[in-house]
Every structure is written in C-alpha cells, then in structure tokens.
C-alpha cells in the first residue's frame, strides 16, 4: 500500500478586481475565490501471481512468478507445458521469451519478489472555485463549485485518487491484473475505475 513520494501544492487566489467598486459592481462581477490543488503520486506496487500452486505444497493462494531479468519491465507471458516421449511434462517454453514475468506452473521454481510491478502514477488536478456575496461587513453568503479530478484525467488506481487502496489478489478482477499470461495483466484500464471528474456545489451563510 505504500506510494513513496507525493507531492502536493495548493494556492488560495483572491482576485482582486473591482474591490473598491460599488457595492453592485463588488458583488456581481467580483468577490471570486479560486483555489487549485495539484497532486503527484509515485506508483504503488503489486505482486505478480501464476495463479498456480506451482510449489506443490497444497496453498490455494498460489505461487509467485518467474521473474525474467532481461524481459521488458510490465509485461508477462503464459508458457506451453514441453512433454517426452512418454507424455511428461519436462519442461515448459514462455510464449512471449521477451517479457519480465513468465507464470510458472507445476513443478517450476519461483523467483518473483513482493511488489515488484509499478502500477499507475497519480498526477491530478482538484479546484475549488468560491463566489462571495456581501450584504454587510459582517454578514456574507458565499457560493463553492469543487471540481475533483478537475481535467478529467482518467486515473486508473485502486480506491479513490486521495486514500491509498491495497492490490489484494482476491477478487477476479484484480487477481487477473496480477496474474502473468492473463490478457488484464497490468492492465489497470479494466481493473480499476478512471477516477472520473466529479462536480460538488455547496453554500455558505457566513453571519
């Protein structure tokens, strides 16, 4: 669950137009508030899982991966069981011999670590945007418009973009994100929800 860097930075703008106007100029077309909030996650990381008790020791949970140095970091690859003569399987060939995380079955030796596979970045953008109305010096009323996800940037992470969700391997859908050879391997795109814009209007009677 951890992401190891984040950087965040907010600003308060409070626009200083028509400050001094008349008190209809004052409320009408000034009186404006805005405040970005921008956001940088590192990714969090998962574990690449065969799915498989390759170990043989009787765990339902299934074994880890076997991890190809020299292959193209992200990507996996199912393997064809190589039989005898006889019929036994010998050996097995990884369909795709270029990718990092090759499924390993029956029989196979593991070397696949705890998260070791980057899922997304988070890069987001939330704006809080504020319209004072004064009546008197000390009485006001003041209008926000709070855009989460502000531009709309699809942001494929577990859980919501301000909490940090864990990558369990229950569930089939995010099972088969981790699962090397499966067509949702390290495809957060259908896993996890976008993180799509969300728009939230709420008042203020200051008095």
């Known amino acids: 669950m ?6 965040t930075l907010t600003a308060i703008y409070d626009l200083p137009f028509f400050k001094h106007s008349n008190w209809l100029a004052k409320n009408v077309l000034g009186n404006w508030e805005i405040a970005p909030i921008y ?3 590192s990714p969090e990381y998962a574990t690449p899982q065969s799915s498989v ?4 020791n009787g765990d339902s949970a299934g074994d880890r991966t076997i991890i190809n140095t020299a292959g193209v970091d992200g990507t996996s690859s199912n393997v ?10 010998v050996a097995y060939l990884a369909t795709n011999p270029n990718a990092r995380y090759i499924k390993a079955q029956l ?6 670590g705890r998260n070791t596979l980057a899922t997304r970045r ?5 704006l809080t945007v504020v319209k004072r109305f004064n009546v008197t010096e000390r009485v006001r009323f003041e209008l926000f418009g709070q855009f989460l996800n502000a531009f709309n940037h699809p942001q494929f992470t577990p859980g919501l973009l301000n909490q940090v969700n864990s990558i369990a391997t229950t569930g089939s859908g995010v099972l088969n994100f981790v699962t090397a050879g499966n067509k949702a391997f390290n495809n957060p795109e259908v896993t996890f ?8 209007i709420a008042a203020k009677f200051v008095f």
């Open 39 to 41: 956001t940088f996650e």
């Open 122 to 126: 988070i890069n987001n953008v939330d």
């Open 107 to 112: 029989g196979a030796l593991t070397n696949g």
């Open 193 to 200: 929800n976008s993180n799509a814009r969300v728009i939230q």
């Open 80 to 89: 064809t069981a190589l039989k005898n003569s006889a019929g036994a399987t």
């Open 53 to 56: 008790d390759a170990n043989q």
């Open 2 to 7: 951890d992401r190891r860097h984040r950087f």
